[in-house]
């Protein structure tokens, strides 16, 4: 099965710990992409990585981590740096990010971390 | 000015009736643009993707793409209240790196 697989579903942190949510896809895609989703909000992009072993800031990467060792996979730690955490974090990944065809960006399922 | 603009709505029309979904950008530079579907608790699913000025049509969906005007549309024709979600816009935003920025999202209810 062809995808984008992200783990856990669901995930709970105490306040002070770090927690890293993983991204996994076997599309062969060399872009991948973190957004954060408030209630009732748009996709905030977090980071993304056009190509292995180099990454981007995106609008809100204060507080947290990426990297982006294996083409397959785009882990990303949210730090305890990160004043609100609480929310629901997508990964997608495209062919490339370009200016043109090839561009489309796929989803996982998400992942859903609350802070307790 | 946020890079890409969405009526967040709600949208509501009558089952049948076609929906209008409208979207706006600010880099003139943008050649790729997406609309996604996201039903309540779930993540976006790809719906079009539009790169040339004109009309794209997919079953009961069309896209439009005027550049000049830096406007990006999305129609649903025989609107049904399964398509009742909301729908996002996407436009790559060129730059030393490219990268894929959504709008806030248009809710979209269709009513019996």
Redesign the interface.
């Known amino acids: 099965d062809g995808g984008i697989t992200q783990s856990p579903k669901y995930l709970f942190r105490k306040e002070g710990q770090n927690v890293t949510l993983s991204c996994e896809q076997n599309l062969n895609h060399d872009a991948m992409?973190w957004?954060r989703q408030d209630p009732g909000?748009?996709?905030?992009?977090i980071y993304?990585s056009?190509i292995v072993n180099d990454f981007?800031k995106?609008?809100i990467a204060e507080g947290y981590s990426v990297s982006r060792e294996k083409k397959e996979s785009f882990p990303l730690t949210v730090t305890s740096a990160q004043k609100n955490p609480t929310a629901f974090y997508?990964c997608?990944s495209?062919p490339q990010?370009?200016?043109?065809?090839s561009?489309?960006?796929?989803?996982?399922?998400?992942t859903r971390l609350t802070v307790v | 000015q946020k890079e890409v603009e969405q009526n967040s709505g709600p949208l509501s029309v009558p089952e049948g009736a076609i929906a209008s979904l409208n979207c706006t950008y600010s880099d003139r530079g943008s050649q790729s643009f997406f609309w996604y579907r996201q039903y309540s608790g779930k993540s976006p699913e790809l719906i079009m993707s539009i790169y040339s000025n004109g009309d794209k049509e997919d079953g009961r969906f069309t896209a439009q793409l005027n550049k000049a005007s830096q406007y990006v549309s999305l129609l649903i024709r025989d609107s049904q209240p399964s398509d009742s979600a909301t729908y996002l816009c996407a436009v790559v935003v060129s730059g030393g790196y490219n990268k894929l920025i959504f709008g806030a999202g248009t809710r979209l209810a269709v009513h019996p």
């Open positions: 992409y957004y909000q748009g996709l905030r992009l993304y056009q981007q995106g609008d997508l997608a495209s990010i370009g200016t043109g065809q561009t489309e960006a796929f989803f996982g399922q998400g």
